[in-house]
């Protein structure tokens, strides 16, 4: 542990900007990532240090922003493409999941590309400035899916990518950008790399289990603390981190020893990436449950723009608690 | 046309030209008088939401079509009504011309309860159903297969409208905008593309986006009519916008119509576009679409001091009573935000909600 | 009950060809529609029947094909998109998703449209040619889903789909095409429409349910036969047909009246609508479930082309079956 | 250069000019012959697969390209080893040049378990990691981003390669072909499009594709070069090949390069192409690549009769002995169907099945 807290966003750039300095394969694309830094500034200063050889400034082109990352990346490079907001995923979305993903299958080629998603609500983005994508990219074979809630976890699953052989989604919460600080638990040379595929406990309980990630993480915290102090009650905080692979282990081991379950996460509850979560619960610790599972997550609906609707769109502690609660006494 | 091209800085004493050079039938005065007065209703409106948006009355990303307002209106002036208009971030003016008052528009920025989007939108996105505004989303390229479909609507049902779409500099670089003006093309379809090249995308230059001289080259390579017009020059626009829909309704397909202008503000207040270089922005400024517009009026003897400083005092008069109105309006509730997703739905497919 | 059996595939034609009969608004586009017929013939003969103006050709543009068909929509049309095969709708999805979808949410637009999804393997097509697309739009609000697995269904869910306000994506199996055949249970007045958002009981049972739709269904139907003539076992088999909205109620009924869930789609098993479906059941029928909720699905990975692959990798009657025993002996 | 546009039926009378009109500096004759030796492999090894098909001893879609290998061919010839090639579906041609055998590709062909992609993908989709050939995907225009990639990624580390792509007629309207164009001009990319313009998307005829007279002009509108040739000319097609490398090498960026000619058989073997004019598959009868070539080594001294005729046995040798070798591999077991997704998992990762 060295070092003052870092935000989630500057952890972000500092793993970038490392994996830079260390690994010359390693470089950026994306739009205005260059002399402007990038719509949220995590590749500021780079077009200075590395060149616009390694910073490479696109046009308004998220197909070929993909489509040219894979081509590099089977070329032996290692890009990290930024979209300027998760949303615009959806214009590379083939390139990624049809492409990238089914390389090494068919033709055992490694595609080492990571896509960065700045992410998800709570900033008043409305229906195109606010997306969630995790689960269109889990059921979407070829792609390892990240999605850290910590400043510490955003620097070493970032590292964790950048070196994965493999296509990985990066989702970054714009909401935890600045909010989330953390120190990053640097070894001595300066690294830290997260393990991909691992959760983290982030409070022990015995009562119920809350699996979350991302922006559902501070939300499930907050109301296990809550419940601590108001109702006593004992509750386990699970943060996924990497939804795929998914560290099963750890998210059964945790519904085991507890019975009771709780899914939270941001994106809309249909055929969202907590289904998954559901079915695995409900298939591997039927036994072990004291109560159903529950899911907490946006209604099926757009995320709307102004602050009361998004208020009540998102999930927040106060609904996780609720939950928490009526599952607890059930 | 004589444009200045982002790649290269102006010549020192680079001298404005004429309004209107080389328009054979440009419009009357009252025309162009009354184009005029929506660039400065654009203007007057945009800038009060800026002041609104530094008070923090208004939040969220402000985009301004600074620089663009003769673009805006003066593709928009000689629509029929028929016609059908996907505006994008920078065509307020547009919206004005074609019948949204700025107290639709006010609701909507401040994101009210009674906006046509209830809050649930932002911008200038929007666009009632059944009218001729269809509401743009974010995704840039999107609405021109969008307007693509308007146009063949519009035929299919014999309806004699065309659609008039735009996109930025930028924005041409999508494959939806390939996409579907090829189709325009091959279709033959009723349907103008307007591009506004205001020389940035966001804090990308012309010439990291395209690598062709004009972006109404690419006209020739869909085989349909393509031109670059001035676009601080409110009569180039309007006489190239009017060929280009008669073309469009005479069956002689779409039109590429690139305008080129200049983004005089930021890509949103939050940009402070440190990236622009000082000579860039005097080069524009000395071309701002509304003071050639006033000047050469003025020169026809068709708007006087008086009349503009009037034109002025009417259009702050007009933002002054949307801005009270909208102000008092009250927000969303919260529920609505479950609400309205599908036009037909019952209430026993929700889930209940946990929490 | 009239006339001869007909294919699945015909089915989709007889309805697409009568609803452009009675209504003038409706029309189709896509690519190799006209004088081709499409690549699976359901519009042949269309063209001679209803001109150019009605049947439009387009280019290679997935992106354009459904943008252009939102653009109809609002304007009062009826658009009928063709999708050579569902794996190319990747190219419209954002159209799809970003799009379509969000109009009526901001603007109260309707946009009716449908998309047709030529989906699914067992056709030996490939990575490329054997897509199950339905979870990325279950899981992306405004879009709604439907997966016909009879021909009477592919009959009335088009013709529903066609009358829907919505956007919709309708999912046709190619695996179906000419192996399905089933009577049009056409009305006096040569009408038969399928009311989305019901699922329909295709066999009763008390001992397990089998919960499916499209390809699975008929897995479901001969292991729940087999079941019953080998293990005396009595298995409901649900057919979902419309995926979004989800008929809860026939779900949750059946599950709360077997106590045991088979959840069986020949889509890859991570976050697969089965994922939701299991999810509904550990939410709402907790205490009625005697065992865990299990999914047969296909393994996460791209589809392969060669037979003994696409054999190994699609879920069947054998696996169901052995699913089915192994969860009733539980 | 003439070519036959599909809009129009060909004049009767129309003669066949000679090979390599207006070619200043034509290949010598040992190249025209090997290139000629590669187009007949082409061509044998496919009308090999497609007697196979008929006895169904391949399954699944069968794409010739039959009528493409002056284009295949020449275009791959050029090539500097460090180039890098992107082939498409009508491409055997440029994988015979580029180092794949006929035992590579029949073993994929039969979907053996050792083949390149043992059986997973079908057809041409082939490449091996750390070659200089990428394997395609099916979704039309993808390759071309990819191929972008792949130039950028040359002239990043720093070798002389050039990134060689293909896309058909048909593909030039997708989203990707634009933005990967657009880019690549932008970028000043060692890159060489080439479009095989054979008449015919799947069904679809050029006039219902693209409005412009030749694909090429779109090449103005990316600011890149741009070229149509004779695709039934295989000295044609060489020599602008030879120029498009040239100019991606020095700097001088991307080229497009369209090669006009026509698709032979069906859009694949289940297709009887009724919708194919009569005159039209005769026009270009009279115009197929291999014959044109022959007939020009011929007059030229490169290759009599008998040589021609020792050219085709040797190439049907190599196909049986691609047949006969690859009949006899073992087809896959099964489990590789989950196996190789990623390049790094842990089996824990992975759920257990049920049923
Ligand atoms: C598909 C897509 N990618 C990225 C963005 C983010 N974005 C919003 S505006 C903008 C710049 C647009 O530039 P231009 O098209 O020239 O329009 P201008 O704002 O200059 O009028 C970008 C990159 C977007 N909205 N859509
Ligand atoms: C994005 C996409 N849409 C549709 C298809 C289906 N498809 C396969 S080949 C083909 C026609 C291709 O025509 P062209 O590009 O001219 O190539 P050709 O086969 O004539 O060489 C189509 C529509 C596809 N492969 N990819
Ligand atoms: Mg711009
Ligand atoms: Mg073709």
Redesign the interface.
């Known amino acids: 542990m060295t070092g003052e807290p870092v935000t989630y966003v500057e952890a972000i750039r500092l793993a970038l900007q490392d994996e830079m300095r260390r690994d010359e394969r390693v470089?950026c694309l994306g739009?205005?990532i260059?002399?402007?830094g990038g719509?949220f500034k995590v590749t500021k200063g780079f077009l200075d240090e590395f060149g616009a050889?390694r910073v490479?400034?696109?046009?308004?082109?998220e197909?070929?922003?993909?489509?040219?990352?894979?081509?590099?990346?089977?070329?032996?490079?290692r890009?990290v493409a930024e979209m300027q907001f998760a949303?615009?995923v959806?214009?590379g979305?083939?390139?990624l999941?049809?492409?990238a993903?089914?390389?090494?299958?068919?033709?055992?080629?490694?595609?080492?590309l990571v896509v960065r998603l700045p992410s998800g609500g709570g900033v008043?983005?409305?229906?195109?400035?606010s997306r969630n994508p995790e689960?269109?990219f889990?059921?979407?074979?070829?792609v390892?899916v990240l999605a850290p809630a910590t400043a510490a976890d955003a620097f070493g699953l970032m590292k964790a990518a950048i070196r994965?052989?493999?296509p990985v989604v990066y989702l970054e919460q714009k909401f935890l950008y600045r909010r989330e600080k953390g120190t990053l638990p640097l070894g001595p040379d300066g690294d830290h790399v997260v393990p991909i595929?691992s959760a983290a406990v982030r409070r022990d309980g015995t009562q119920a289990t809350v699996l979350s990630y991302a922006n559902g993480v501070g939300m499930a915290l907050e109301a296990a603390a809550r419940a601590a102090a108001e109702d006593g009650l004992s509750v386990e905080v699970v943060d996924l981190r990497s939804l795929?692979?998914?560290?099963?282990?750890t998210v059964i081991a945790s519904a085991r020893k507890t019975g009771r379950v709780?899914i939270v996460h941001e994106?809309?509850?249909?055929?969202?990436?907590?289904?998954?979560l559901?079915?695995?619960?409900?298939?591997?610790?039927?036994?072990w449950?004291d109560?159903?599972?529950?899911?907490?997550a946006a209604?099926?609906?757009?995320t709307?723009?102004?602050?009361?609707?998004?208020?009540?769109?998102r999930?927040n502690a106060a609904?996780?608690?609720?939950?928490?609660r009526?599952l607890c006494a059930y | 046309m004589s444009v200045q091209p982002s790649a290269a800085p102006p010549a020192p004493g680079d001298t404005v030209p004429p309004l209107g050079a080389g328009v054979h039938a440009p419009p009357d005065v009252p025309t162009l008088a009354g184009m005029w007065r929506a660039m400065v209703l654009a203007r007057t409106f945009e800038d009060r939401v800026v002041a609104l948006y530094r008070q923090n009355r208004v939040t969220g990303g402000v985009y301004t079509g600074t620089g663009n307002e003769a673009t805006s209106v003066a593709t928009a002036w000689p629509l029929a009504p028929e016609d059908v208009i996907l505006p994008l971030h920078r065509d307020l003016g547009a919206h004005f011309v074609r019948g949204h008052t700025p107290r639709d528009v006010m609701a909507q920025v401040l994101k009210r309860a009674a906006a046509q989007t209830g809050g649930k939108d932002t911008g200038l996105h929007l666009g009632k159903p059944g009218s001729n505004i269809v509401g743009m989303i974010s995704h840039l390229g999107h609405m021109i297969p969008v307007a693509a479909g308007v146009a063949l609507a519009e035929r299919y049902r014999g309806t004699r409208g065309v659609a008039v779409t735009y996109i930025g500099d930028g924005g041409t670089s999508t494959g939806d905008f390939h996409e579907a003006l090829n189709f325009a093309a091959v279709a033959r379809l009723p349907l103008v593309c307007v591009v506004e090249n205001n020389q940035w995308a966001y804090s990308t230059p012309n010439q990291l986006e395209f690598a062709c001289a004009r972006l109404s080259d690419r006209a020739a390579g869909y085989g349909m009519a393509g031109e670059t017009v001035d676009g601080t020059d409110a009569i180039q626009v309007y006489d190239a916008m009017v060929r280009a829909l008669d073309r469009a309704r005479g069956g002689g397909g779409p039109t590429l119509l690139e305008s080129v202008t200049f983004r005089m503000r930021g890509h949103a207040e939050h940009d402070d576009m440190k990236y622009v270089p000082p000579e860039m922005v005097a080069y524009w400024a000395a071309r701002d679409p509304i003071d050639r517009l006033e000047r050469h009026l003025d020169a026809m003897g068709g708007l006087d001091a008086d009349e503009a400083a009037r034109g002025r005092a009417d259009a702050a008069a007009a933002v002054d009573d949307a801005v009270t109105w909208a102000e008092a309006l009250p927000a969303p509730r919260g529920p609505e935000a479950e609400e309205g997703v599908f036009a037909y739905w019952e209430p026993r497919w929700t889930a209940p909600r946990r929490g």
Chains 1, 3 share one sequence.
């Not at chain 1, 795929?244 to 282990?249: H, I, K, N, S, Y």
């Open positions: 470089f739009e205005d260059g002399q402007y719509a050889r490479v400034d696109t046009p308004i082109s197909s070929l922003i993909v489509g040219a990352a894979i081509g590099a990346a089977i070329r032996g490079l890009p949303d615009f959806t214009c979305f083939s390139q999941v049809v492409n993903a089914t390389f090494h299958y068919r033709l055992g080629q490694s595609v080492p008043g983005g409305g229906p195109y400035h689960a269109w889990a059921q979407s074979p070829g390892k994965d052989p493999d595929g795929v692979p998914l560290d099963r282990e709780l994106a809309t509850l249909t055929a969202g990436f907590g289904a998954e559901a079915a695995l619960v409900a298939d591997e610790c039927f036994e449950l109560a159903p599972v529950w899911r907490v209604p099926d609906a757009p709307p723009a102004e602050k009361n609707l998004e208020d009540h769109f999930p609904k996780v608690l609720g939950a928490l009526a």
